[in-house]
């Protein structure tokens, strides 16, 4: 088990030593350069230039590279151009909407998907599975963008139930907080449910097929207490996958969403940083956002090891 | 109250008020409390007054920091930590100006001269209409606590303005609290930064011990009073969504709203739409340093094909939004004329055919450089893209982002035109369009003499006069092309009250009735 | 008896229903791919004509769909939309499929090679997907070939790690491993056996990609780093009408009907072609 554990970490070091590369090769390509947006837009380039100096943009890139990476394994990620303040901090502060948002979208997702995805695989092959599977593979050819439009004018501008966008006044209390993610994170349940619903369906497929399930139906248990108690339990496992790498993309995911309803989210200040060229905060982000996924698998794998002492072998 | 039992109490006491000669918006009794958020265009790239000419970081900042002058109605120039206008001798060489005594920065400490200069310096370092005002002059000193010198070279009209404005501005911190980047933000304004939240707010809190003028209010100039408490400035970059936010009474007030939206804010009980007049003007810049377009008959073909009705219409929909105009400054303004602008709006592809062959122009692509995140820079560049395809030019539409433009912008050797915006500055000589050092790069030796001329002459009645020969220039030489002038819409809770229109939008003087 | 009838029903219900699956998602796929290619004779001019004075008109018999904020033929641009939408989804499928085998075959049966492919593999799949391509597209300037590019690189690992994981398989087939006892040289092991093995995991994989891709269009150009906005695209109609949507709702309502009603007959195609190819997998995702 230790050997499987430092191998999978060893792994994880080497795939995080490849994302932080390829981070700083795709943020530092970008054209355009934050110093002339800091300037605005009636400046000189001399005055462009002298920011450019401040800001230690001026050095080549291989020594900006090694400054950063230094950094980086003191942990620190950074100061934002823009915000005036180290990288960590504003993602801390933009982690809570997001956090909350996936938490919510992949709850939602889940009270959707799993009992479609059960019903469909007890009927399978009938008209309740085809309409089950038609309704996710309709959800998933919704461009996330424009369901949350139709979502903003039916339920927030036609009637106003839910705020258009935001995410409540300066001081909100986490009820309102939590009031307008609700638009939000119905879209990307709904849209993440279709991939769970279709999952949870083939799991518990395979499942019923196996012997234990037989044998269970053989003791006479009653139909629903077979799949219950028995089939969901061990179609779980890869169910619990899917929802945990869907749980760690969305953490970086929600852009779209977090931009259409001007949430400030993690997703919004990557494409705010892009836009600006926040060259820390795009690279910080990025690289966390990475790393999280990267953590996620790797603590999946071990959960299954765990689980599965086959594992461990391969 | 409603607007309706506003309007006719304001009916009853129009007449008292008149012959009283008082100002009806203050006819109401101010009050003194409250909040209000303010939802901007975006987050501002920084809160430092100094780095950027960015209009909405300006805008914030100048509740919080402020400069020895300001403008005043109509554009004129007022003072404001200045006690007075500057005594000027030595045929305009020599500005000696005397500062308000007891005035406070936020720190409780009391502003000197030695701030003053101080903050000279750091203009001169950080900023680019720093540099240029450094240009001109050899000299700041302090013959005493309270009064400073400024020596020039020559004679610089623009000096003032250069001092009165509130982006790149000539604000005046503590000498001890000069660091760059800034780290602390003090000043001596009505407000103090209170919290800044990035992409969520920036709280702006009364400073209770803000030492007013007591001259009369006229437009940022005169007397200052923080009657709100808080100001919190929201970034809501999406327009529909401040048009939204301002409906449903969750923003104070909005600034810079598709005009799409005006309808829908008409007869509402909650909320008023502020239309300002002339807020700017957007124009086609073009590169006068490297590239095609440095051939200027070809300038001239390409100004000759426009149609700026079209562009216009394409990007503010209605005449309520914009006013077909030639003239470089609207009508009501000192530098208002109408010198030249008969070229204006030719709508004439074929005598720009004509001017094309002339300039020797075979089909080269031309690199127009636009961006979707300002929406009326896209429309416009594409309704001209396709009128001046229509005439036989090949035109290379680029449209990238805000960042990328403005880089490329800087780079003579990349691009021939790009939309950008421009306010109605005071002065002239310091919008991008006339300066040599900045993307554009217009010079030629007619603009030497006649905006040469024209800076040295520091009789304003004189400069008004001479700005028609300035603008008839820009009409036959099209260093760029003005577009129109525009109209912006903005939402007003009916709570917020004594707002003053203006191109930077200021909250003190103004309160919530509750 | 009954339960064997019922078993029996289902199966023929199944077959049908998949049948049908793949009839109506081809048709209608086709259906988009012909208006794309002849779109010159499906609508009354070009796309990008300008009438200033006709702007935001709501559908009426001379303009089906209505016209847009520039005065623009809303129908025109939808079916012209199509080329970039289905061209970008289609070119990026290609494009993946061809970088992900080859990535994905070197890595499977080269261990050697394996080590660090996995690697950078695993690391880019580490990004959300739209995150990666807006830092790229951003990077390369919006353009046709750099939104291609950008979605390429997006999904070549995705297609690459399933190849990868089929080589590793297939090349412990019995009869792989004889040909290889027989002396066959790796290159015509990869050619004749594995290659010939992946075709229907890979057909079914790009179709997928074309479907994803096309999402992925879409909300680029909806956050403004797409191939242009001024040649229609699906998206970009969208991203454009979103200011409109109070006045002017047909305007991003067509658009989004045409990407959801596209992607879903590539979905069912996807879906069928699983099935019909590859009948061991006809139980899973």
Same mark, same amino acid.
């Given at each position: ?32 350069? %934050? ?61 809570? %909407? ?64 839910? %705020? ?144 599965? %002492? ?5 | ?514 | ?285």
């Amino acid at each position: 088990m230790i050997g499987f554990l430092a191998h999978r970490l060893g792994d994880m070091l080497a795939i995080l030593i490849v994302v932080a590369v390829m981070v700083f090769v795709v943020v530092r390509v970008l054209p355009g350069d %934050p110093a002339t947006i800091l300037v605005g837009d009636n400046a000189s380039p001399e005055a462009a230039a002298l920011m450019r100096e401040t800001l230690g943009l001026d050095e080549p890139i291989p020594v900006q590279f090694l400054i950063w990476a230094r950094n980086l394994l003191r942990g620190d990620l950074g100061q934002s151009i823009f915000l005036g303040e180290p990288v960590l901090t504003v993602l801390a502060q933009r982690a809570e %909407p997001t956090l909350f948002l996936t938490l919510m979208a992949v709850m939602i997702s889940v009270l959707i998907a799993l009992p479609a995805g059960i019903v469909a695989a007890v009927f399978r092959n009938t008209v309740i599975d085809r309409a089950v599977l038609a309704f996710a593979m309709m959800i998933a050819s919704v461009p996330s963008f424009w369901l949350g439009l139709i979502f903003i004018s039916t339920f927030a501008v036609a009637h106003p139930w839910f %705020p258009v966008s935001g995410y409540g006044a300066p001081g909100a209390s986490l009820a309102e907080r939590l009031h307008c993610l609700v638009l939000p994170a119905l879209v990307l349940g709904l849209i993440k449910s279709a991939l769970i619903t279709r999952f949870t369906r083939s799991s518990m497929l395979d499942v019923l097929h196996e012997d234990f399930i037989l044998t269970c139906r053989a003791k006479g248990l009653g139909e629903w207490a077979v799949i219950m108690k028995h089939a969901l339990r061990s179609a779980f496992i890869p169910i619990l996958t899917i929802i945990g790498l869907g749980l760690a993309l969305l953490l970086g995911g929600a852009i779209v969403t977090e931009t259409v309803f001007a949430l400030p989210g993690v997703g919004n200040l990557v494409v705010s940083a892009v836009l600006r060229r926040d060259y820390p905060v795009i690279q910080g982000a990025l690289l966390v956002i990475a790393s999280v996924y990267v953590i996620v698998n790797v603590a999946i794998d071990l959960l299954y090891a765990l689980v599965d %002492p086959r594992v461990r072998l391969r | 109250m409603s607007m309706r039992t506003k309007f006719l109490r304001l009916a009853l006491l129009g007449s008292v008020v008149a012959s009283l000669g008082l100002d009806p918006a203050l006819a109401q009794e101010p009050k003194r409390g409250g909040t209000i958020t303010v939802a901007t265009v975006g987050e501002p790239t920084t809160l430092d007054p100094m780095v950027t000419t960015a209009d909405l970081v300006g805008a914030i900042t100048m509740h919080v920091f402020e400069t020895l002058y300001t403008f005043g109605d109509g554009l004129t120039i007022v003072p404001l930590l200045a006690e007075s206008d500057p005594i000027i001798t030595d045929g305009g060489k020599t500005y000696t100006i005397k500062l308000r005594q007891g005035v406070k920065f936020h720190d409780g400490s009391v502003m000197t001269s030695a701030d003053v200069l101080a903050s000279f310096d750091r203009w001169k370092a950080v900023a680019d209409r720093g540099k240029t005002a450094w240009s001109y002059l050899t000299s700041v000193t302090a013959p005493d606590a309270h009064t400073i010198e400024l020596k020039l070279k020559e004679p610089y009209a623009p000096l003032l303005a250069l001092l009165s404005l509130n982006n790149n501005a000539a604000a005046i911190m503590p000498a001890s609290n000069q660091a760059n980047p800034m780290t602390k933000y003090i000043g001596t304004g009505p407000y103090t930064i209170k919290e800044r939240r990035p992409d969520q707010f920036v709280v702006l809190a009364r400073f209770p011990d803000y030492t007013p003028r007591s001259d009369k209010p006229t437009g940022y100039g005169g007397r200052r009073t923080a009657y709100i408490d808080e100001i919190r400035y929201v970034p809501v970059p999406d327009p529909n969504t401040r048009v939204e936010g301002s409906l449903s009474g969750q923003y104070d007030y909005a600034d810079s709203l598709p005009v799409a939206a005006m309808p829908r804010l008409q007869g509402q009980k909650e909320v008023t739409p502020v239309l300002q007049k002339n807020f700017g003007y957007p124009t086609i810049s073009i590169n006068n340093k490297g590239g095609l377009l440095t051939n200027m008959t070809l300038r001239q073909a390409l100004f000759a094909a426009v149609n700026n009705e079209d562009m216009l219409k394409a990007a503010f929909g209605s005449t309520e939004f914009y006013t077909l105009s030639g003239s470089l400054y609207p009508e009501g303004f000192r530098f208002h004329t109408k010198e030249g602008i008969e070229a204006f709006n030719q709508n004439n592809p074929a005598k720009a055919r004509e001017l094309a062959a002339k300039a020797g122009y075979k089909g080269e692509p031309i690199r127009f450089l636009t961006t979707t995140q300002f929406d009326h820079f896209y429309k416009i560049a594409l309704v001209a893209t396709e009128t001046w395809r229509k005439a036989g030019f090949n035109i290379d539409l680029q449209v990238v982002d805000w960042g990328t433009l403005l880089t490329r912008r800087n780079n003579p050797a990349l691009y021939e035109m790009s939309t950008v915006g421009a306010p109605f500055l005071a002065e002239p000589s310091l919008t991008f369009t006339a300066g040599s050092e900045r993307p554009g790069w217009w010079s030629s030796e007619a603009k030497d003499r006649v905006v040469g001329a024209f800076n040295a002459e520091s009789d304003p009645a004189k400069r008004a006069a001479m700005f028609g020969q300035v603008q008839k220039l820009i009409y036959a030489e099209v260093p760029y092309i003005k577009v129109g002038d525009y109209n912006v819409l903005r939402a007003k809770s009916n709570r917020l009250q004594g707002v003053i229109p203006s191109s930077w939008s200021y909250f003190w003087n103004a309160w919530v009735d509750k | 008896m009954t339960t064997a009838i019922l078993s029996g029903l289902r199966v023929g219900f199944a077959h049908a229903m998949r049948r049908s699956t793949l009839t109506i998602g081809l048709t209608v796929l086709a259906v988009f791919v012909l208006a794309a290619i002849f779109a010159p004779l499906l609508t009354p001019g070009p796309p990008d004509v300008l009438d200033i004075g006709r702007r935001m008109r709501p559908p009426s018999s001379d303009h089906w769909m209505g016209t847009d904020e520039f005065g623009r033929d809303v129908y025109t641009r939808l079916v012209y939309g199509g080329r970039l939408s289905l061209g970008i989804g289609a070119m990026t499928a290609f494009f993946s499929a061809i970088f992900g085998v080859t990535l994905g075959l070197l890595a499977g049966f080269f261990p050697v090679l394996d080590r660090t492919l996995s690697r950078v593999i695993d690391a880019m799949m580490a990004f959300p997907d739209i995150l990666l391509a807006i830092a790229l597209v951003a990077a390369l300037n919006p353009s046709v070939a750099n939104v291609v590019l950008a979605l390429t690189v997006v999904y070549t690992p995705r297609i690459a790690r399933t190849v990868r994981a089929s080589t590793l398989v297939i090349r412990e087939l019995p009869y792989v491993e004889a040909a290889r006892a027989l002396g066959v040289s790796s290159g015509r092991i990869l050619r004749v056996h594995v290659l010939r093995n992946l075709v229907s995991p890979i057909i079914v994989q790009g179709t997928f990609v074309f479907a994803y891709a096309m999402l992925a269009e879409a909300s680029l150009s909806f956050l403004g780093v797409g191939a242009s906005p001024e040649r229609p695209s699906w998206g970009t109609m969208i991203s454009a009408a979103r200011s409109y949507y109070r006045q002017a709702d047909w305007l991003a309502l067509y658009p989004g009907l045409a990407i959801m009603i596209a992607v879903l007959s590539l979905q069912m195609v996807g879906d069928a072609l699983r099935d019909v190819l590859d009948p061991k997998l006809r139980r899973s995702v």
